[in-house]
């Protein structure tokens, strides 16, 4: 936890309600998520239970398998929620745009939009990248054989699961990370991952404190847990006896169909909370103006989306089980990739995050003191323009002589620097050595070489292109980590006995 995140925390329990800790949304909002609330059977491997799902507040549907253990309802209600899912998949596949690449010289195509998903918590992501598992490689034939939408599904939920993990994406969020990325409450880390409590710090109704409506929230008969886990008295008391007089009335129609109707409305009470608790964070996020930066992260994601519909449609295999060694190495590298991009992003984007990298001394802030915008520097083969700029600060600056700066203001320039001297009253003066930004000629055009008098963030931290690392093919995969990958027949269908299924089998 960083020291401004400690204080905010501070600062949130002596005043009763969570502290901004952002000035800006750092996440993509889609016009049309679709919100999925799941519950999943205690005592199951990733059984599920029930959902309630839908793209619009009123557009609740409610999902259930009276019989959690029974693997037919399973996947029954696994074709359910493709039936919903995939068409909603099907709706941003409509309209493509034309992307330059390689400079201008060529152009790709992808969707203009992409879908999103809102779960409660990490919980329901964590669901969803098992439940996908246990699906993607069903087969609509053959042993055990299920509707032919539910190895899609599975595979595109693994897509979403995967598409969580980068870092800066938005394909898939969980609410409590999505507010706690922008507030910060009096609580625990652990008891903000609790969606009724955390809102109650971000949110609290009128006359009651933060502190105030997260006790409150903590009482299951009037909050119920947002998933996929349950209360265990609402288990013991309410849902087993209810699942049981399911099984018990199998001869009975009229007598099942009544089980049917109360597990029905015993479930759509438990999801119903938190389904209006999701949808107020989304109003509460959608207050938030989006970072800059924001809208380039979306297009990562739209080309992800793009790229595997496309996979998909070409009859491309699911997702392996597990990674072969190159495909690893190179997944980590591509994560490192983009959580160091993120963080750089959200700093140049949101002056309260960039304030975290002063205290560490990767940025200062001062005034332009001096400037001099038509400098040529002339001792090498031609002149270049190199303007100086000197600027005063009272905070830290142990950047030292020769290292490059970049500013937030304006990205694209470089600033090396030349000197640092103390000077009185703590203050420090740093002078600048300024390139790219202004053009080929040896006259900077107005507005690129900061004035006297503008105050400005100078930073280590950069926002250049990385380049992608080399790797080895999969053929030529090194012995020191197993050598070459022998080719995977055709992955069977999974039964009882598999471990990656993550159902137990009846």
Same mark, same amino acid.
């Given at each position: ?9 501070a ?12 000035t ?18 205690? @005592? ?21 398998? &009276? ?26 596949r ?10 201008g ?26 439940? @996908?598992?246990?699906t993607?490689? /069903? ?35 969980a609410?409590?990370?999505?507010l ?15 969606? &009724? ?6 949110d ?44 018990d009335?199998e001869?009975?129609?009229v ?24 949808w ?12 800059a930066?924001?809208? @380039?992260r ?33 997944r ?12 750089v992003? /959200? ?62 203001a ?13 000077a ?83």
């Open positions: 936890m960083s020291t401004l995140r400690a204080l905010a925390r600062q949130a329990l002596a005043a009763g309600v969570a502290q901004p800790v952002a800006v949304r750092h996440l993509h909002l889609a016009e049309r998520p679709l919100v999925l609330v799941p519950l999943a059977l205690a @005592g199951e491997a990733n059984a599920p239970l029930a959902a309630l799902v839908g793209d619009a507040p009123d557009t609740a549907r409610l999902l259930i398998v &009276p019989q959690p253990r029974n693997r037919d309802q399973r996947f029954a209600f696994a074709a359910e929620l493709a039936g919903i899912m995939l068409p909603y998949l099907d709706g941003f409509g309209v493509s745009e034309a992307v330059p690449v390689d400079r010289r060529d152009v790709r195509y992808r969707y203009v939009d992409a879908p999103q998903l809102l779960v409660p918590n990490p919980a329901g992501v964590t669901f969803l990248r098992l439940f @996908g598992r246990s993607r490689f /069903r087969r609509p034939d053959g042993d055990y054989p299920v509707h032919p939408s539910v190895p899609v599904l599975g595979r595109w939920l693994t897509f979403f699961a995967e598409r969580a993990e980068h870092p800066g994406s938005s394909a898939l969020l609410m409590t990370d999505a706690t990325l922008h507030w910060a409450t009096g609580q625990s880390v652990v008891e903000d991952l609790h969606l &009724p409590a955390l809102l109650g710090w971000v609290p109704p009128a006359g009651l404190t933060g502190a105030e409506a997260a006790a409150r929230a903590e009482d299951p008969e009037t909050c119920p847990p947002a998933g996929p886990a349950t209360d265990p008295d609402f288990d013991n008391h309410q849902l087993a006896p209810a699942i049981a007089a399911y099984a009335a001869d009975d129609p007598a099942r169909a009544g089980a049917y109707a109360e597990l029905e409305r015993l479930l759509r009470d438990q999801l119903a909370p938190t389904w209006e608790l999701m107020r964070g989304v109003g509460l996020l959608r207050g938030l103006a989006p970072g930066r924001v809208a @380039g979306w297009d990562g994601d739209k080309d992800a989306f793009t790229g595997y519909a496309e996979h998909v449609d070409v009859g491309g295999a699911p997702q392996p089980r597990r990674d072969g060694a190159v495909a690893a190495a190179q980590l590298h591509r994560l490192e990739r983009a959580l160091t991009s993120y963080a992003q /959200r700093a140049y984007d949101d002056p309260l995050v960039m304030a975290e990298h002063r205290l560490t001394g990767e940025a200062f802030v001062g005034e332009v003191t001096l400037a001099d915008p038509k400098r040529v520097d002339d001792t090498g083969k031609r002149p270049v323009l190199r303007p100086r700029i000197q600027l005063v600060t009272t905070e830290p600056a142990p950047m030292p002589v020769g290292a490059t700066l970049y500013s937030p304006r990205p694209a320039q470089k600033a090396r620097v030349v000197f640092v001297t103390p009185a009253d703590g203050k420090t003066e740093v002078v600048l050595e300024l390139s790219g930004g202004m053009g080929r000629g040896l006259t900077a055009p107005p507005g690129s070489v900061p004035e006297v008098g503008e105050r400005l963030c100078y930073t280590t931290l950069s926002g250049a292109f990385m380049p992608a690392g080399a790797f080895p093919t999969v053929e030529e995969t090194p012995w020191t980590h197993g050598g070459p990958p022998v080719p995977a027949s055709t992955a069977p269908d999974l039964d009882a006995t598999d471990p990656e299924s993550g159902l137990t089998l009846t």
